[in-house]
């Protein structure tokens, strides 16, 4: 298959930017923020969507 769509509560998920999905996802391999380690990684995204520092904490340490 090399075509398709793919939508989110109706919405094209593509038209959507990165910032504002609300989605995250791991890579099978390291590619991401080679230069952090695995709770910069994960709190990374928590940071930018304007968590306080005690929830990134939370998740992070969760996660």
Do not use: C
Not at 13 to 31: E, G, H, S
Not at 38 to 52: T, Y
Request: charged share 20%; glycine share 6%.
């Amino acid at each position: 298959m090399d075509s398709g769509s793919l939508t989110r509560a109706g919405a094209d998920f593509l038209k959507t930017p990165v910032w504002r999905r609300d989605t995250a996802m791991v890579y099978q391999q390291f590619i991401n923020y080679p230069h952090l380690n695995v709770f910069h990684n994960v709190a990374f995204p928590l940071k930018r969507a304007g968590l306080s520092q005690e929830e990134i904490q939370r998740r992070s340490g969760r996660a």
